[in-house]
Structure formats: C-alpha cells, structure tokens
C-alpha cells in the first residue's frame, strides 16, 4: 500500500510538471506587449550581461526603442516592425528576417541578422541575441518611463508640475494674445514640435525635445532650478506660461502650454509613427 501511494504520488507530480511546462511553453508563445529592459547580447564578445540600457516599448502598432545614456535617451521607431511572435526557426521567404521567440508578459528573446562592419558588440554578417525582461530599470529608465506614461495631472501645491507642450519662442513678452492665438493655430501644422513635451515632476525634468533628463527643485512658482541653471517663468494665462532663456546679450521666451487631457507623451509619440 506504501508503495502504491508513493507511485500515485509520483506520477501525479510527473502529470503536474507536465502541465506546468506545458503553460509555460503555451505561455512563450504570445505576442510581446509592454516595455522590456535589455538584460543580455549574445554577439561579437559571445553572450554578455547588457551593454546598454535600453528598452523595447511593444505595442500593436509601433515597436519603440528607448535608448539611455547618461542624462540624455533617444527614443523612436528604431525596428520599423512590430514585435510579434515568429519562432526560433528562419522565415521561409527570407532567411535573415528579425525573429522574436520565447515571449509573453515577462520576457522575450530578439534574434536579429547584424550586417555593421567593426561594431564593439554587433557581429558582421552574423546573428545577434538580446532578451528582454519586463518589470526591470535602471534608474534613470525608471524615471524615464514614468515621466513618459505620466496623465500629466497638475500637482494643487505646485501648478508648474505636469506636463506641457512647446508652443514655440518669442523675443518679448508685449502684446502677446494675438501672438499666442497665432502659436496655437500654427501648433497643428508643425508635426517635429508635436514631439516637443516637458514633463515636470517633483524631482526631474523631462524635455522630449532635447531629449534630456535633469534635477529640478523649486524656487517658487515663478522661478525654479534646473540642474545648475535658474529659470524664471512668466505666467501668461492659467495654462501657458513664458520661460526666460538668455543667450548672449539677448533673452527670449520658450512658451509652454499645459497638457490637459490625460494622454501620456509615450501615446503621443508612438501615434505619431501609425
């Protein structure tokens, strides 16, 4: 009888771990969506621990790279594909199409063709594997990717946190309705600087345009310091303000508008590339 238990035993385990791996590889199959860190390259120095902090931002539409260097990222189109489920083996039309295999909501692993000639990591006409992990940041990404998916909502205690959009410059601060009417107009008609954000939290800035990341504190609600660099603000209406910015002899004004309708700059930019 004791051993008929523990052969029950067993073979239950056996048919447990079957269905585990069984999910689990069911579960490797799906189509990556959210954002992934780098977290290993299989390349020229064989397989290394990440060598860059960077992120693929999935979407059903658009496949954004997030590349972080210091203070400064770029972030963009890089792949020109959409992350789907491939599998490890070739395509039958072309034998060195991108595949993306082993994927869910964890992880996934990207098996590209590398064509750079002298490239520290990237193989010449060979193979390169990066895996990503979701859930993984290096600081800076952290504060990043929450700048990025903020709903921009103005903090009661300090109006300057949220998110704004450049509007465009001006060289005086006199009669500036009809030149704010004009700004706001001309706004829809100039894509670049529909990528143009600043998102401002309690600690950091985030300028898209300039794609920077900085300290921040706050003098006052017309004054505050970026880095080591003190910026005086205008306020020109509830919602858009003036900021001081002098260059040689003269001083302008980068004019911001606040974004209000809860849609995250990282929407934003990923709409602009359907």
């Not at 595949?99 to 992880?107: E, G, K, P, W």
């Not at 309705?177 to 670049?192: A, F, G, I, V």
């Amino acid at each position: 009888m004791h051993t008929l238990k523990h052969a029950t035993r067993c073979v239950v385990a056996v048919v447990t771990l079957a269905a585990t791996a069984q999910f689990a590889f069911a579960q490797s199959t799906e189509n990556p969506r959210g954002i992934y860190k780098l977290t290993s390259l299989t390349g020229k120095q064989g397989e290394t621990k990440a060598p860059f902090d960077q992120y693929k931002i999935c979407t059903d539409s658009v496949t954004l790279m997030l590349s972080v260097s210091g203070n400064h990222f770029s972030l963009g189109n890089t792949d020109h594909i959409i992350f789907n489920y491939t599998g490890e083996e070739p395509d039958p039309v072309n034998a060195h199409a991108t595949r993306i295999y082993d994927s869910n909501a964890q992880r996934f692993t990207l098996k590209w063709w590398s064509a750079t000639p002298g490239h520290m990591w990237f193989p010449e006409n060979d193979w390169c594997v990066e895996k990503y992990e979701s859930g993984q940041f290096s600081p800076t990404g952290r504060r990043l990717i929450d700048a990025l998916t903020s709903t921009g909502n103005a903090d009661k205690t300090n109006p300057l946190i949220g998110t704004w959009r450049v509007l465009g410059m001006m060289d005086e601060l006199r009669d500036v309705k009809p030149t704010l009417q004009k700004m706001q107009k001309d706004y829809s008609e100039r894509p670049l600087r529909r990528h143009y954000y600043i998102v401002l939290s309690q600690d950091y800035l985030v300028h898209t345009g300039q794609s920077s990341i900085a300290s921040i504190s706050y003098i006052d609600k017309k004054s505050m310091k970026v880095g080591n660099q003190v910026m005086n603000i205008t306020w020109l209406s509830k919602d858009i303000v003036a900021l001081e910015v002098k260059q040689d002899w003269r001083t302008d004004y980068e004019i911001w508008q606040r974004v209000t309708d809860g849609v995250p700059v990282l929407n934003r930019i990923a709409g602009g590339y359907r």
